[in-house]
């Protein structure tokens, strides 16, 4: 199975800093990579799919990079809604695909 | 609009069965393959099962082979999860999830449309 390796797994951040999530897999993905947000209490909402794709409607703060093993995630100016839980998704193994583990974006 | 409502959650001893519904509105639901994701107490995110546009194909996570069902009903715009043999570490909350596939030379995938989600607790 294809591990995949959020780091970090917790971060603080104030409104307007430049976050950067990574997303590290155990072998070679292609672009097969998404993003997820969520919320507490809430599903996951799809933010970028073949790793740099925006889903449509997500603002543009958003932006993905990467391919093969290491892949990003960037929220360019953190907005007071971003506070969330963030999961990156490989496909490469489509249907059978696996999560990371998450990374929990908290105010500073 | 474009929505998946889940039901069929509940508390059931270890051992029973239970049957989740994913009822699906505002999109073509026959065109599109559909998922079940599951997501522990505090913890991320795991798929369950696929099922294909037309029910042809079926697939499973090792953690439910054999003691999970998907299952899809198109004249009702309904997908099922059918659980059996349920243990404790099944206790989640499940989501049934849309396909998003797009081919523009290669195909890619993700999952657009989630579920509210639905909780099943396994407990004595």
């Known amino acids: 199975d294809i591990q995949l390796t959020q780091s970090p797994s917790f971060l603080s951040a104030s409104v307007g800093d430049r976050v950067t999530i990574t997303c590290r897999a155990s072998?070679?993905?292609?672009?097969?990579l998404a993003w997820y947000q969520q919320k507490p209490g809430k599903a996951p909402k799809l933010l970028i799919y073949?790793?740099?794709t925006l889903q449509s409607g997500v603002p543009s703060r958003f932006s993905g990079s990467g391919s093969g093993t290491e892949f990003t995630l960037t929220i360019s100016s953190l907005q007071p809604e971003d506070f969330a839980t963030y999961y990156c998704?490989?496909?490469?193994?489509?249907?059978?695909?696996?999560f990371g583990g998450g990374t929990k974006v908290e105010i500073k | 609009q474009v929505q998946l409502v889940e039901s069929g959650g509940g508390v059931v001893q270890p051992g029973g069965s239970l049957r989740l519904s994913c009822a699906a509105s505002?999109?073509?639901?026959?065109?599109?393959?559909m998922h079940w994701v599951r997501q522990a107490p505090g913890k991320g995110l795991e798929w369950v099962a696929f099922?294909?546009?037309?029910?042809?194909?079926?697939y499973y996570a090792d953690s439910v082979k054999g003691r999970f069902t998907i299952s899809r009903d198109n004249s009702k715009n309904t997908l099922y999860l059918q659980m059996n043999s349920l243990r404790a570490e099944d206790t989640a909350v499940y989501y049934c999830?849309?396909?998003?596939?797009?081919?523009?030379?290669?195909?890619?995938?993700?999952?657009?449309?989630w579920g509210q989600g639905t909780m099943v607790t396994v407990s004595s």
């Open positions: 505002g999109f073509t639901f026959s065109s599109y393959g």
């Open positions: 998704q490989q496909l490469n193994s489509y249907p059978r695909v696996t």
């Open positions: 999830a849309k396909d998003l596939t797009y081919c523009g030379g290669d195909c890619y995938f993700a999952f657009d449309i």
């Open positions: 073949a790793a740099s």
């Open positions: 072998q070679g993905i292609s672009s097969y």
């Open positions: 099922i294909r546009y037309d029910g042809s194909n079926k």
